[in-house]
């Protein structure tokens, strides 16, 4: 059953560049989290989501909630090559990763 | 530090070979979980523990056997695998295995079967 679906699939840009990567899904879930996988290494968690409408910030991520607890947002400003990784956004406790968001980062 | 810790990191190995892979967490969690990620593929889960029992197995063939025997440590016996079986495994440890629970992953090791 796929419970999520992130968009876009791939992602290439340029140093300097703004983005926003999708979590969408048909559920309403309790939360959300934000992982980064790098090349190599295993997922790291960046952020939990619980509240609708939440909207929090790591330094230049603002990760959203969707008020109906839909949906989940990732914006990056500035991109940089170091945020170069595949970008997952499972379900807390669901252990469902979906394929993610594969993005790349050019100096 | 993640603080859950994998070895090896690489692993090349025949279809006809027997070899374990080790995970370790120090995090003082009770679950503890095996991913197989392959190229193209979103993480699958493998098995899933609760102190030391195995509470899920996602239809994974029996070449693949985990064995946990204390709360830290898990291990994947892998034995007579196929050339398909070469991916990253991850493990991961979280506090319970109820939906509040954030898991913490390892490195993961990436295996070769030739």
């Known amino acids: 059953t796929q419970l999520l679906e992130q968009s876009p699939q791939f992602l290439s840009i340029q140093e300097g560049e703004n983005l926003t990567v999708y979590c969408n899904s048909s559920?309403?879930?309790?939360?959300l989290q934000w992982y980064r996988q790098e090349p190599g290494e295993g997922p790291v968690l960046l952020v939990t989501?619980?509240?609708?409408?939440e909207v929090k910030k790591l330094k230049r991520l603002t990760f959203q909630f969707g008020d109906a607890r839909k949906d989940s947002s990732l914006h990056i400003t500035a991109a940089q090559p170091g945020d170069t990784g595949l970008y997952l956004c499972p379900p807390l406790g669901r252990l469902y990763f979906g394929r993610g968001t594969q993005l790349t980062v050019w100096p | 530090e993640t603080g859950v810790t994998q070895t090896p990191r690489h692993l090349v190995m025949g279809m006809t070979n027997k070899k374990s892979l080790k995970c370790e967490q120090h995090l003082g969690h009770n679950a503890m979980y095996w991913y197989k990620q392959s190229a193209k593929k979103p993480l699958e889960l493998m098995f899933v523990?609760?102190?030391?029992?195995?509470?899920e197995n996602n239809s994974v063939p029996s070449r693949f056997s985990p064995e946990c025997p204390n709360s830290s440590h898990l291990f994947l016996h892998l034995h007579t695998l196929q050339p398909e079986d070469s991916a990253l495994y991850l493990c991961?440890?979280?506090?319970?295995?109820?939906?509040?629970?954030?898991?913490?992953f390892g490195p993961g090791t990436r295996l070769t079967v030739l």
């Open positions: 989501v619980v509240t609708g409408g």
């Open positions: 559920s309403v879930f309790s939360s």
């Open positions: 523990y609760s102190l030391e029992e195995r509470v």
């Open positions: 991961a440890s979280s506090p319970g295995t109820g939906a509040e629970n954030e898991q913490f």
